[in-house]
């Protein structure tokens, strides 16, 4: 059975396409069996695992509205490893045309009952805000992985968020926990990290992992390759935090 994680801030710019995208890309050099869902319209991921958006025939919006199974739209990724449910702008509508249609909060859910036992970690990128989308990647997974950057603004919205999640365990899926909170963009300099970092931690305890993501210039160049870090610059610091990662995810779960 797969571990299904929702990857969600609703604060843009934290790293949450760059942490799906990397994180599946390390955990199938680790002979992980991976599915990406790109879930944001902007289809960053998709981009960013070397897929052509404008070239889809079809997309994660026609598995949300049932016209097509996850196997029918999922592709594989080369080199990267992993499978993708991509997007393109159809997901723009995915809005509107799910307000109309029964169990519109759970379709997800339920589409990736077909592929459950195929997958180690299903990993969902979420857009940067709380719309039926997000709302369909909390009820389908288990845990939440936040991308948090160490900033002043970053706790702010990290309550908002907290706030989602309970509404969602109240109400559409009760075994949804905090997987994680990953400290991102990562600059050890300024004392405001340090600050933010150490708050992080009295709040969240061993709910942020150990791994940091620095600032890294591999790491923002990769996506305009359509590659992971880790198969653009293996040796960058980026690609090293993110198989650092990997295996930190990876041993957590097993001690759950």
């Known amino acids: 059975m797969a571990k299904t994680i929702a990857v969600t801030n609703q604060k843009g710019g934290v790293g949450k396409t760059t942490t799906c995208v990397n ?3 390390s955990l199938a050099a680790m002979k992980r069996r991976v599915l990406v869902i790109d879930l944001d319209p902007q289809g960053n991921a998709t981009t960013g695992s070397g897929i052509t958006k404008e070239g889809l025939t079809t997309s994660v919006f026609d598995v949300l509205v049932g016209t097509h199974g996850v196997k029918d739209v999922m592709l594989a990724t080369d080199p990267a490893g992993y499978s ?3 997007a393109n702008s159809d997901l723009t509508g995915a809005e509107i045309v799910l307000l109309d249609l029964p169990s519109k909060e759970t ?7 077909e592929v459950d036992n195929e997958f180690d970690y299903i990993l969902l990128d979420c857009p940067p805000s709380l719309n039926m989308l997000t709302v369909n990647a909390m009820a389908a997974a288990q845990g939440v992985l936040i991308p948090v ?5 970053a706790l702010e919205g990290l309550t908002a968020l907290l706030q989602t999640i309970e509404r969602i365990t109240e109400s559409l899926n009760p075994s949804l926990v905090i ?3 990953l400290r991102t963009m990562y600059d050890p300099r300024p004392s405001l ?3 933010v970092s ?3 931690v009295k709040h969240f305890d061993t709910k942020v992992y150990d791994t940091v993501i620095p600032r890294n210039i591999r790491l923002a160049e990769a996506p305009s390759y359509g ?6 610059e293996k040796q960058s610091r980026g690609a090293m935090a993110y198989l650092a990662l990997a295996a930190e995810f990876i041993r957590k779960n097993k001690t759950k």
């Open 23 to 25: 994180l599946a890309a």
């Open 198 to 200: 150490q708050q992080l």
């Open 193 to 195: 990290t340090h600050d």
């Open 107 to 113: 379709r997800l859910r339920a589409a990736l009952y």
């Open 84 to 86: 993708i449910l991509p």
């Open 149 to 153: 950057q160490c900033e002043y603004y």
């Open 179 to 181: 997987e994680g909170i």
């Open 227 to 232: 590659l992971p870090v880790l198969h653009y």
